[in-house]
Nanobody, 118 residues
Framework: VQLQASGGGLVQAGGSLRVSCAAS????????MGWFRQAPGKEREFVAS????????VYADSVKGRFAISRDNAMNTMYLQMNVLKPEDTAVYYC????????????WGQGTQVTVSS
């Protein structure tokens, strides 16, 4: 599976941004797709995930109610809609994929920078 993240940028606090992850190379029906982020000087952290076949979602507590993960089957693309953005959401956002029965994410995209100004 090849993953290509896009859509990052600079936004003011309280604003919204949507990042995308285009997947290719394999059917995604057996995969769980996820978003992670890494801020400067911090470890990479989980943001959200979606089980491609049924659309089941999981969110980190820090983004619940503000972020929404979704997918477009026809486009093989995953999205992360980010609302009410805060400066602490500033990070490089990565998309990743794993087979549903594997615990670790195996495939990673290149990351897209999201910067939230105060």
């Amino acid at each position: 599976v090849q993953l290509q993240a896009s859509g990052g940028g600079l936004v003011q606090a309280g604003g919204s941004l949507r990042v995308s992850c285009a997947a290719s190379g394999s059917s995604l029906s057996r995969y769980i797709m996820g978003w992670f982020r890494q801020a400067p000087g911090k470890e990479r952290e989980f943001v959200a995930s979606i089980r491609w076949s049924v659309g089941t979602t999981v969110y980190a507590d820090s983004v619940k109610g503000r972020f929404a993960i979704s997918r477009d089957n026809a486009m093989n693309t995953m999205y992360l809609q980010m609302n009410v953005l805060k400066p602490e959401d500033t990070a490089v956002y990565y998309c990743a994929a794993r087979l549903w029965f594997v615990s670790d994410y195996t495939y990673w995209g290149q990351g897209t920078q999201v910067t939230v100004s105060s």
